[in-house]
């Protein structure tokens, strides 16, 4: 097995192992946690600290200690927050969500980084294209790690349908079910209290796969080092510049126009994980059916990301977009109309499958769209990534208890509306680069062929023997003579007649 795609696999356990416990965690929260919105509030200050950390920490720590030792420790900050939530409380929760965040964005820069640079140097020993090798990768990548919400949500389905402690559910309770849900902080009758021992086994086994995580990636990961900044002088930057590296990026009028991309991918994922799984799943079928409502749309997203990543050689990135943008389209407009009930419960797995459609594309063609872009400045690049991914996050969770769902999802539609048209402006502007128009200055096919016989005829004149041209030069003023002369022959014998 070639060491580049090796690696890539050891990455990708190791976050399938990692988001098996916290994928499964994070969706929990909202209505495990609904106690004065607990659960929401801690997910805010998680990725508000992930917001914070992005503007700083990746470029410094991936250059300080590499991408690897960069994932090991970060992952690290995911076990702590797995701790906390054994006695989930205001005390527990807030300090351990912090940091998680501190550790998230550097983690996944780590991440993009490592399998951008594999998939180039895989790319220039086979001599394929750097951009397919590099898409393909992310396809692999995300085909295994979206499977641990299957896993994820399998155990805490299992273990919570141990105890079932919902009774028949009132029309009433239904009425205020999907879009027209405004109970805000109030958790929904659905979302009972489970014993303490559930709870223990349930974060106990989350808590061993996030250490095995870290145990796989620290003994198996390769250490690596990006080819670009071995050919750069060995200049030891300084830590001012190394942090204001994501910020200096922002000068690409590229990366402004493309920050919508991340911004939109962390507000449909939370409002999936917040809002969907609460307001729709848990409100009408009870908390032990968002594990299996779940594991429908990581399967789904996990099948379509290594589908992406093949697909993406033949079509190309903006076909594969634009199947995700009206997939998602057509999931938020009927979110807006359908009113939930248990008899209907196809519908609640359909909606999650075509999202985890949609989702794959987000991941896999944001990812690679970035690694290719910003080749140069891959660290700056994806700390900007996660940064724009954190803060839709952040909005996502921070109104979750102040606006109603169907307000949530107007706002939704908007913001993927505005950032599919900032992509197609960013698709332009590539396009124009990389085809130019022909400079008018610039000589044509034809025009290049005179100047050259030209040049030739003047290069012959020039490498002629100056004895030829005066040869040539008396011989030429003797024919015009004696054309002369005949000239005035013919004119005289003309008068005479």
């Known amino acids: 097995m070639d060491k580049n795609l090796k690696n890539v696999l050891v990455v990708s356990f190791g976050f399938l192992l990692l988001f098996t416990a916290y994928g499964g965690l994070q969706n929990l929260q909202s209505s495990l946690n609904s106690e004065a919105g607990l659960g929401v509030t801690a997910l805010s200050t998680l990725y508000g600290a992930i917001l914070l950390s992005s503007m700083f920490l990746p470029p410094l720590l991936i250059r300080r200690f590499g991408c690897k030792w960069t994932i090991v420790g970060s992952m690290c900050c995911y076990v702590a927050f797995s701790l906390g939530n054994f006695k989930a409380s205001w005390y527990t929760l807030i300090p351990t969500s912090i940091l998680l965040g501190l550790g998230g964005a550097p983690l996944w820069s780590a ?7 594999s998939g180039n140097s895989h790319a220039s020993t086979v ?20 499977s641990s919400g299957v896993w994820g949500n399998l155990i805490s389905s299992l273990i919570f ?21 405004c109970l805000m902080t109030s958790g929904p009758t659905n979302s009972t209290q489970h014993p303490s021992h ?37 200049k030891k930057s300084s830590s001012w510049a190394n942090l204001l590296a994501t910020f ?20 449909e994922q939370g409002f999936l994980a917040g809002d969907y799984t609460k307001s729709y799943v848990t409100c009408a079928l009870g908390i032990h ?17 290594l589908l992406y990543g093949k697909l993406s050689q033949y079509t190309g990135r903006i076909a594969i977009y634009a199947l995700g943008a009206l997939t998602q389209l057509g999931c938020i407009v009927a979110l807006l109309l359908w009113k939930p009930y248990p008899d209907q419960l196809a519908v609640f797995f359909v909606f999650s499958a075509l999202w985890g459609v949609s989702d794959a594309v987000w991941q896999t063609q944001n990812n690679a769209l970035y690694g290719t872009l910003f080749e140069k400045d891959k660290e700056a ?72 016989m030209d040049q030739l005829e003047l290069e012959g004149l020039q490498r002629t023997p100056p004895q030829d041209t005066e040869t040539r030069t008396t011989q030429t003023q003797s024919r015009d003579g004696e054309a002369q002369t005949k000239q005035r022959c013919d004119d005289q014998k003309q008068t005479k007649l």
């Open 111 to 117: 991440q993009c980084t490592y399998i951008t640079i």
């Open 127 to 146: 001599g394929k294209t750097g951009r397919d090798v590099v898409n393909q990768y992310f396809g692999i990548f995300f085909l295994i790690f979206q």
């Open 161 to 181: 349908g141990q105890t079932p402690t919902q009774g028949a559910i009132s029309e009433d309770q239904l009425q205020s079910c999907g879009a027209s849900d």
């Open 198 to 234: 559930i709870i223990y086994t349930l974060v106990g086994i989350y808590t061993g796969c996030g250490v095995l995580a870290v145990l796989l990636v620290a003994v198996f990961l390769e250490p690596i080092q990006d080819p670009q900044q071995s050919h750069k002088e060995e």
């Open 248 to 267: 200096k990026l922002l000068r690409d009028k590229r990366l402004c126009l493309l920050v919508l991309l991340p911004v939109y991918s962390g507000m």
């Open 289 to 305: 059916f968002v594990g299996y409502v779940m594991i429908c749309f990581a399967g789904t997203d996990s099948l379509c990301s």
């Open 381 to 452: 690049a994806f700390a900007n990534y996660r940064l724009g991914e954190a803060l839709g996050f952040v909005v996502a969770f921070g109104y979750s208890t102040y606006l109603c769902v169907y307000v949530k999802l107007y706002i939704l539609l908007g913001v993927l509306l505005a950032a599919m048209a900032a992509y197609g402006t960013v698709e332009y502007l590539e396009a124009r680069t990389q085809i130019k128009p022909l400079d008018p200055q610039q000589p044509n096919a034809a025009q290049h062929g005179e100047m050259q």
